[in-house]
T-cell receptor
Framework: ETGVTQSPTHLIKTRGQQVTLRCSSQ?????VSWYQQALGQGPQFIFQ???????GRGNFPPRFSGLQFPNYSSELNVNALELDDSALYLC?????????FGQGTRLTVV | DAKTTQPNSMESNEEEPVHLPCNHS???????IHWYRQLPSQGPEYVIH???SNVNNRMASLAIAEDRKSSTLILHRATLRDAAVYYC????????????FGGGTRLMVKP
């Protein structure tokens, strides 16, 4: 139990639709990161938010966007969904060194 | 980003020690060595990290080579619950919290 909760746990969307995934970070953690994990691969960094501002981004197109709220919870938004967006989306919160991951949202795009 | 190289998979017997190797020949002076593991159907979990000296915690030990070009994660007595994918990651702690995961090592533990 890491204290990081993600919702929903599973989601099915149609190609071209938009999706919003949510993350509630561990209490007091001011940094949240999002990762995409395709089946059989390691997680890939999407972006990171620190005190409500994006302060790092991986190799993902602009249709992947995010928000961090004053209580440090976060959202990941993906527009114009593609079949290759099907993956496990992981949120991680941190204060210093150790990152605490949620159990992820499994997104399937059909 | 400096890269790490790990074996794709390893096997161990329950209650025996496990040594998981990681090569990182292009490590820079400010890179910390982090280990995370991912149990089936769960998000990654922090295991241990270090810079130059060997480190111990309740989960594992981290042995770092003198030239820092390799490291070994040591599980002192493997249990069935330790079956997971283990990721060795280099992170410049001055450059934010981004973690660059590779393919990791899938550890299988036999009863």
């Amino acid at each position: 139990e890491t204290g990081v909760t993600q919702s929903p746990t599973h989601l099915i969307k149609t190609r071209g639709q938009q999706v919003t995934l949510r993350c509630s970070s561990q209490s007091g953690h001011n940094t949240v990161s999002w990762y995409q994990q395709a089946l059989g691969q390691g997680p890939q960094f999407i972006f990171q938010y620190y005190r409500e501002e994006e302060n790092g981004r991986g190799n993902f197109p602009p249709r992947f966007s995010g928000l961090q709220f004053p209580n440090y919870s976060s959202e990941l938004n993906v527009n114009a969904l593609e079949l290759d967006d099907s993956a496990l989306y992981l949120c991680a919160s941190s204060l210093q060194t150790e990152a605490f991951f949620g159990q992820g949202t499994r997104l399937t795009v059909v | 980003d400096a890269k790490t190289t790990q074996p794709n998979s390893m096997e161990s017997n329950e209650e025996e020690p496990v040594h998981l190797p990681c090569n990182h020949s292009t490590i820079s002076g400010t890179d910390y060595i982090h280990w995370y593991r991912q149990l089936p159907s769960q998000g990654p979990e922090y295991v241990i990290h270090g810079l130059t000296s060997n480190v111990n915690n309740r989960m594992a030990s981290l042995a770092i080579a003198e030239d820092r070009k390799s490291s070994t994660l040591i599980l002192h007595r493997a249990t069935l619950r330790d079956a997971a994918v283990y990721y060795c990651i280099l992170r410049d702690d001055n450059a934010g919290n981004m973690l660059t995961f590779g393919g990791g090592t899938r550890l299988m533990v036999k009863p």
